[in-house]
């Protein structure tokens, strides 16, 4: 299965910008990467997804390297309320089932 | 414009017991995908529906089963229920089947607690 390996853990400082990445080595050629947040046990909220070029709306920015082999979810003024697991995800090949890694628990500091 | 929505929000139940959990998608999706989130850990994919059938399967036992009806939305039924069905169970719906990269939006979830 696609795999994804995220950082535990992270800080950052209200009003810096977060920078969250994530490894996708197995990830193909046709396969999006899929960034989503959990707050405290709620659904998952959709944040950004990319296939090569780097993408940004108004939540986030995602940066994909060229070999598309990680990323990294960027965003650009944290505050109190981003403090929440963030998933990268990418498509299990040749599946149309999303695979979850362990997250990324960001935490923001006033 | 409504998202998302699955009912009940909490359910308790016992042992050997049946459960069905439903789920409305998002105004104008119709594929229904079921995730089971156990404390600490990352959702797990249980299995997903598009035009009233089940498209793909995660590693879940037959205990397992769902449907998905003419309005697109679900239902998703644990037989036998065991301790370790206790979860969050979470409903996500998309356009299409993921294919073309177009995202999943997901409900607010069930927790389910298995006494």
């Known amino acids: 299965d696609a795999k994804t390996t995220q950082p535990p853990s992270m800080d950052c400082a209200e009003g810096r910008a977060a920078n969250l990445p994530c490894n996708h080595s197995?990830?193909?050629?046709?396969?999006?990467v899929y960034w989503y947040r959990q707050i405290h046990s709620q659904g998952p909220q959709y944040i950004i997804h990319?296939?090569?070029n780097n993408e940004t709306n108004e939540m986030a920015s995602l940066i994909i390297t060229e070999d598309r082999k990680s990323s990294t979810l960027i965003l650009p003024h944290a505050t109190l309320r981003d403090t929440a697991v963030y998933y990268c995800?990418?498509?299990?090949?040749?599946?149309?089932?999303?695979?979850f890694g362990t997250g990324t628990r960001l935490k923001v500091l006033a | 414009d409504a998202g998302v929505t699955q009912s009940p929000t909490h359910l308790i139940k016992t042992r050997g017991q049946q459960v069905t959990l439903r789920c409305s998608p998002k105004?104008?999706?119709?594929?229904v995908s079921w995730y089971q989130q156990a404390l600490g850990q990352g959702p797990q994919f249980i299995f997903q529906?598009?035009?009233?059938?089940?498209?793909q399967r995660g590693n879940f036992p037959d205990r397992f089963s769902g449907h998905q009806f003419p309005n697109y939305s679900s239902e998703l039924n644990v037989n036998a229920l065991l301790l370790g069905d206790s979860a969050l169970y979470l409903c996500?719906?998309?356009?299409?089947?993921?294919?073309?990269?177009?995202?999943?939006?997901f409900g607010p979830g069930t927790r389910l607690t298995v006494l």
């Open positions: 996500a719906s998309s356009l299409g089947l993921l294919a073309e990269g177009h995202e999943q939006f």
């Open positions: 197995t990830i193909s050629g046709n396969e999006y």
């Open positions: 990319g296939l090569k």
């Open positions: 995800i990418v498509r299990a090949p040749g599946t149309y089932k999303y695979i």
């Open positions: 105004s104008g999706h119709d594929t």
């Open positions: 529906y598009y035009e009233e059938e089940e498209r």
